[in-house]
């Protein structure tokens, strides 16, 4: 692939990365893995993913630091750490088509999830402790995977914190603090190698971009109708996956 293919893929997909973080607050490295296994194996895909959003996940950290509640952290990211670095491994030992599929169908189901969750504006109040250990299995296991470990625990994070801004400081730190490690362990099993650092370089000026203007534009956009697209684009693109994986 030549220079300016990738370089306008990794652009594009980071533009777009960007705004859907900056209108939904998480999904970033969804609509990042919708691009990257274009470029780069799956299991390199979710390190550049992951690493692409750090610089606008740093600056959301401090911004909302004063709001930060540990306590409801530090559980869920044991838990989500350990099941992530298990699934990191037991990735290696998956052909590519297999975890395409796999990848295909996470995308559909979330896609069919969120739009559900959209469409008929239903919100969760309380979720217990068991719940929590479940999505934070699920959501590690996903990350280690495919660098998607965001819808879950936001939806966690959502329905225990007090606040917006208590809500946007623990899930900011709790994927500030993935992405320390799981980079640092990526990097160190030679899933990650200095090669890769281009394309993360490039994703990042367009996140970072891209999440100030859609925090610019938020205001003016229908943002029902907004996520609502953003939604069935992640479907087709799973199914897009699935069936030509199969």
């Avoid at 690493?51 to 630091?65: C, D, E, G, S």
């Avoid at 930060?68 to 990735?91: G, H, V």
């Avoid at 946007?168 to 500030?176: C, D, E, H, P, R």
């Amino acid at each position: 692939m030549s220079l300016l293919s990738w370089i306008f893929i990794i652009i594009f997909a980071a533009l777009m990365a960007g705004f859907v973080q900056g209108v939904t607050g998480f999904g970033s490295g969804i609509v990042m893995m919708i691009f990257l296994p274009h470029l780069l194996p799956i299991n390199q895909s979710a390190g550049v993913s992951t690493l692409t959003m750090v610089i606008a996940n740093v600056m959301l950290v401090w911004k909302y630091r004063k709001h930060l509640d540990w306590q409801k952290i530090i559980a869920p990211f044991l838990i989500y750490a350990c099941m992530a670095l298990s699934s990191l491994y037991l990735s290696s030992f998956f052909a590519s088509n297999h975890l395409k599929i796999l990848l295909g169908l996470l995308l559909i189901v979330l896609s069919i999830y969120y739009a559900v969750m959209n469409i008929r504006s239903i919100s969760i109040k309380a979720i217990p402790l068991w719940i929590m250990v479940i999505f934070s299995l699920i959501s590690g296991f996903f990350n280690g995977m495919f660098g998607i470990g965001g819808p879950l625990m936001a939806l966690y994070f959502l329905t225990n914190s007090k606040s917006k801004e208590n809500y946007l400081s623990n899930i900011q730190t709790f994927f500030l603090m993935d992405t320390f490690l799981m980079t640092t362990v990526r990097f160190s099993s030679g899933i990650l190698t200095f090669s890769n650092l281009k394309y993360i370089a490039v994703g990042i000026v367009g996140a970072v971009l891209d999440t100030i203007l859609a925090n610019h534009l938020v205001g003016h956009l229908n943002i029902k109708l907004m996520k609502l697209f953003i939604y069935i684009f992640i479907g087709l693109s799973g199914l897009y996956y699935l069936i030509s994986s199969i």
